[in-house]
Every structure is written in structure tokens, then in C-alpha cells.
């Protein structure tokens, strides 16, 4: 089991940027891969990325690709989501969540954080 905590989010014009963090900690939690992901209102939740801890392996979604970039912390379990060129659409909650396989973890299953919301204006 890996505890997630999400911070970052808040306001931000289109065009902008933000960078959220996501801090993992467990037992055995550098064997697991965090994802992120996004739910905006009455729609379903999305993938946006995710990483494997145990060597740094990373994937994107199509949407985001270009724009978003997933990455870790050289010193410590915590994860973080770079967005650039923000859109309206990009409005959401964002959740972390992990997982010892990603796939499992894209069904929505294993430990997820709280959520941080970002809100893009246009």
C-alpha cells in the first residue's frame, strides 16, 4: 500500500503553467507506479500520465503530449506533473494514484490521493 498527498493546484489563464506534486510514501513504494489523472465536472475520469518508480519509466497521454510532462524528484518519492500551455478544457481535479501494475491502477484500483483542482480561464 503507497499513501499519496497532492498539492499544486489553483488558477491559472490559458497559456500558463503549473506544476503539481504528488508525495508517495509505504511500504515497498519505490516498486510502485503513480499515476495521473483528471476528472472534470460530469465527465469521466482520464488518464494523463503515469511512472514506474522502480526505473523512472513514463507514459502520456495523446492529449497532453507536448504539454504535459510527468517526472520525479531525484531525492525523494515525490512526483510531479509540469503543464504548459494550459487550455480551458485542461479544467479539472487532478488525482495521483498508485499501483504495483498500471494497468490495474488505469481500472481504478490501488491507493489514491485527494485531488487538487486546476481551473483554467480563458
Known amino acids: 500500500q503507497v499513501q499519496l498527498v497532492e498539492s499544486g493546484g489553483g488558477l491559472v489563464q490559458a497559456g500558463g503553467s503549473l506544476r503539481l506534486s504528488c508525495s508517495a510514501s509505504g511500504r515497498a513504494v519505490g516498486r510502485y507506479t503513480i499515476g495521473w489523472f483528471r476528472q472534470a465536472s460530469g465527465k469521466e475520469r482520464e488518464f494523463v500520465a503515469a511512472?514506474?518508480?522502480?526505473?523512472?519509466?513514463?507514459s502520456h497521454a495523446d492529449s497532453v503530449k507536448g504539454r504535459f510532462t510527468i517526472s520525479k524528484d531525484s531525492d525523494k518519492n515525490t512526483i510531479y506533473l509540469s503543464m504548459n500551455s494550459l487550455k480551458p478544457e485542461d479544467t479539472a481535479v487532478y488525482y495521483c494514484?498508485?499501483?504495483?501494475?498500471?494497468?490495474?491502477?488505469?481500472?481504478?484500483?490501488?491507493?489514491w490521493g485527494q485531488g487538487t483542482q486546476v481551473t483554467v480561464s480563458s
Open positions: 494514484g498508485g499501483d504495483l501494475d498500471i494497468r490495474s491502477l488505469k481500472r481504478g484500483f490501488g491507493s
Open positions: 511512472l514506474r518508480l522502480r526505473d523512472g519509466n513514463t
